[in-house]
């Protein structure tokens, strides 16, 4: 299996995906898996809201084999 990665609004732009595949290791947290993209992304990991399985979530939050993350950026608009 693997954790499942979601890319939102100009996050998914830049990684040119909407998902990608994750391996899960032990102790992985959604502020590990954020540093792995945070080049590509260009955005520190204050700017962005974190769920995990559809429930916000915290950057030290563990993760788990078939979890599904979502990187959610800072929108605008009106």
Do not use: K, Y
Request: proline fraction near 8%; avoid cysteine.
């Amino acid at each position: 299996m693997a954790i499942h990665v979601l890319f939102f609004g100009f996050a998914a732009d830049r990684m040119r995906t909407r998902e990608l595949l994750v391996d899960p290791e032990p102790d992985l947290s959604v502020g590990d898996v954020f540093e792995r993209f945070q080049a590509v992304l260009g955005a520190p990991a204050d700017r962005f809201l974190f769920s995990v399985n559809d429930e916000w979530a915290p950057r030290d939050r563990l993760l788990a084999d078939g979890d599904a993350l979502a990187l959610i950026p800072p929108m605008s608009g009106g």
